[in-house]
T-cell receptor, first 111, second 113 residues
Framework: DAGITQSPRHKVTETGTPVTLRCHQTENHRYMYWYRQDPGHGLRLIHYSYGVKDTDKGEVSDGYSVSRSKTEDFLLTLESATSSQTSVYFCAISGDNQPQHFGDGTRLSIL | AQSVTQLGSHVSVSEGALVLLRCNYS??????LFWYVQYPNQGLQLLLKYTSAATLVKGINGFEAEFKKSETSFHLTKPSAHMSDAAEYFC???????????FGQGTELSVKP
């Protein structure tokens, strides 16, 4: 949707393992975002990027890191996954003065 | 700090009835406001947006929302509900269109036949 691909779409892993989620866009948009969705909380911003190698923290950034080495890719890494990071993760993109468009999400379960 | 409150985590209406989903925001500056819809196992789709032009905003699928500054509200309405409207709806606020979004908790809309 809107040229955004998230991978993997589903993942089950164990506590303590590293996990990397990928967001790929074909729109050449400047801004990219990672959110997590949990019942009763809506979506909360984890990290965002406003250009290659330019990133900043969001509301719930503890335990997460990101990288953006190319315009089209924005990676979210959980260095050592915990059960509290079980969630659905959404990537979003936007251009200048444009609303955000979302990917289809990655369902991550940490056992 | 900006925040968004959606009144009612679950709303149920009959097919053909009025849909009213409530959203109130707090913002120290004029906000940009959005409504998104999420169907099961899908991402969020933009329904409509308020960007300081007309206060009554029309979106897709027959939805509209009215920005009321005096009430700090941006309620979503649709005159006649359809079964296909069953989904979760999120209100969100930002300082600009492409900026960080602050989401409400979401309202799940059920439509009864």
């Amino acid at each position: 949707d809107a040229g955004i691909t998230q991978s993997p779409r589903h993942k089950v892993t164990e506590t303590g393992t590293p996990v990397t989620l990928r967001c790929h866009q074909t729109e050449n948009h400047r801004y990219m975002y990672w959110y997590r969705q949990d019942p009763g909380h809506g979506l909360r911003l984890i990290h965002y990027s406003y250009g290659v190698k330019d990133t900043d923290k969001g509301e719930v950034s503890d335990g997460y890191s990101v990288s953006r080495s190319k315009t089209e890719d924005f990676l979210l890494t959980l260095e050592s996954a915990t059960s509290s990071q079980t969630s659905v993760y959404f990537c979003a993109i936007s251009g200048d003065n444009q609303p955000q468009h979302f990917g289809d999400g990655t369902r991550l379960s940490i056992l | 700090a900006q925040s968004v409150t959606q009144l009612g985590s679950h709303v149920s209406v009959s097919e053909g009835a009025l849909v009213l989903l409530r959203c109130n925001y707090s913002s120290s500056v004029p906000p940009y406001l959005f409504w998104y819809v999420q169907y099961p196992n899908q991402g969020l789709q933009l329904l409509l947006k308020y960007t300081s032009a007309a206060t009554l905003v029309k979106g897709i699928n027959g939805f509209e929302a009215e920005f009321k500054k005096s009430e700090t509200s941006f309620h979503l309405t649709k005159p006649s509900a359809h079964m296909s409207d069953a989904a979760e709806y999120f209100c969100a606020v930002s300082y600009n269109q492409g900026g960080k979004l602050i989401f409400g908790q979401g309202t799940e809309l059920s439509v009864k036949p």
